[in-house]
């Protein structure tokens, strides 16, 4: 037990810092863990995030909670591994998520937008093309069904639909929508209350994806913002006011527009749904952020971006300690 972190110790740990959906060998998918005083909250379950937490040293039986900011694969691959494997029972070490495990994020979304310039595209699933966390969860649990029902005849394992408890979160009347308006100027709305943590979200605006959640934590040891996925947006601004520690995607714009083979579309797509490493320094300290981390980055190959260059670009315009994440980073929660 003495690898374990200390259950008293809040943290933010970086289970894999990875954007995107093409996997890399030099970082796990994008995935955080917040520790606050024996209780776990997960944000995002990215590739291989079940695998990280592992070796985080972390147990899985203080997970209280899991919160998905948006239904994108690169945020949700590891998601029914939580639910099918970690849950299925105790580890050699004795350690499993203890079930029924509270999973919140985003509803259906309602309509899909037309393609980007108009083209024609396929639709997957045509009678349900955009589920929520319900529906997600529920086709996970039954794609896997032969395994857990011979599991179930073989020696009496549980029912994985017993395991999770989803919450798809409900928006407020702010004239939101999936076609036209994704992410309109909003101030944060609460989410969850467990005694230990507040939670409360406001929509971003991400491209085409609806709805769109960053999260902020409040907690007894501090307060830390996630931004999920998203371009530069006021909303981000009014969540992170007065918070210790702000997670935040970037991307490097300028590795992809001196880079051939990108099409103007993706590049274009690129700027519109996420936010360049050289103007998150300035959102940090609009939020007054003492600690600004990075993660999901893209490119995410480490050898592609050095840390230095990260570090140098996102510290423009803010005044507190920039934090380049890398997987199983630890930052501590310390209230200023």
Known sequence: ?????PRERSAVV???TAGGPPPVT???GTATALSVRGRVYIIDCGRSAVTQYGHSGLEFGDIASVFITHLHIDHIADYANFLLLAAHGPNDAGDAVRPPLDVYGPGPAGALPPAHGGGSVPTIAPGDPTPGLKDLTAQSIDASAYSSNIFARESGAHDPRSAVRTHEIALPEIGADPLHNRAPDMDPFPIM?????RVSAVLVPHGLVYPSFAYRFDTPDGSVVFSGDTAPTDNLVRLGRGADILVHEAIDLDHYRNSSGYSQAVLEHFANAHTDVTRVGTIAERCGVSTLVLTHLVPADSFLVSDASWRHRAQRGFTGR?????DLDRIPLRRR
């Open 322 to 326: 920039v934090v380049v994440g890398n």
């Open 26 to 28: 030099s970082r796990a």
């Open 193 to 197: 209350d467990d005694g230990t943590v």
């Open 14 to 16: 970086l289970l894999g």
């Open 1 to 5: 037990m003495s690898a374990r972190e």
